[in-house]
């Protein structure tokens, strides 16, 4: 998968992106992490790419033409291909799992960083397909949130994680958030780990494991066990839980 991430700060998402798994996937060929910048497609003579926004207001704004080359140029290198164009903003929809595992399946994608009060909305207009926040708050730039998807889309692109069993098993997996896990020693600090996990009954570890899910998810995020799809025997099994456990 191709990700090529249009910003004024490329340095930013390099350093940020050429390390652990996502470097090594990188330097694998699984991946590739163009930053292209925006600023080599100024087209005045002092290289500026923003400036003041009509009807006054405070900053500047990124302009129009030379966000609208570096995605032209992005297509020509991709051989005329159209990508979805991402542009990270506090009032796109919001980045979630599911998100990250449609995007995976990409081919190419362009991810728009947008700095200092944002772009003139006429280019806006003609590239971009998709709006996405990485969440209700505001950085100063585009450039984390960008890694963020990069990160989260990698992974689930098959072989970055070497096992994809550990990306099908994890939170948000049907909406449940992932178990407990424990490692040696097993007692620390007067803690034992759960004896089940010891027993190296398989069908025992899955069974509580994805109660443990169950019961984690209703602890930590309710919101998200309303859209999870239990068996009957689920719910019968949560039910008796919840009135053992009320109080
Ligand atoms: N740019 C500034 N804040 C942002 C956010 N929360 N999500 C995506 N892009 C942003």
Redesign the pocket.
């Known amino acids: 998968m191709n990700f090529h991430i249009l910003t004024l700060f490329p340095e930013m998402v390099e350093n940020g992106l050429n390390t652990s798994i996502i470097g090594r996937a990188v330097n694998a060929g699984l991946l590739s992490i163009d930053a292209v910048n925006i600023r080599d497609y100024a087209f005045n003579k002092h290289q500026s790419v923003d400036d003041y926004p009509y009807g006054g207001g405070a900053g500047m704004l990124m302009q129009a033409e030379p966000v609208y080359l570096a995605c032209e140029a992005v297509m020509q290198k991709i051989g005329g291909k159209r990508p979805r164009v991402v542009y ?3 009032q ?1 929809n919001v980045f979630d799992q599911k998100m990250a595992q449609e995007m995976a399946l990409e081919e190419d994608l362009v991810l728009l960083c ?1 700095h200092y009060e944002g772009i003139d909305e006429r280019v806006l207009e003609e590239i971009v397909t998709d709006y ?4 209700d ?3 100063t ?2 450039e984390l ?1 960008a890694m963020v998807m990069v990160d989260a889309i990698s992974r689930l692109v098959p072989g970055v994680l070497h096992n994809d069993v550990s990306a099908e098993f994890e939170s948000f997996q049907d909406n449940l958030l992932e178990y407990p896990q424990y490692s040696r020693p097993e007692e620390w600090h007067g803690k034992k780990v759960p004896p089940v996990l010891l027993s190296g009954h398989h069908a025992n570890i899955e069974k509580w494991r994805r109660e443990q899910s169950i019961i984690r998810t209703y602890e930590r995020r309710p919101d998200l066990l309303e859209k999870s799809s239990l068996t009957d025997k689920e719910k019968k099994w949560f039910r008796q839980w919840l009135k053992e456990n009320e109080d």
């Open positions: 990270l903003s506090p796109g947008g996405v926040s990485i969440g708050y505001v950085l730039g585009g949130p």
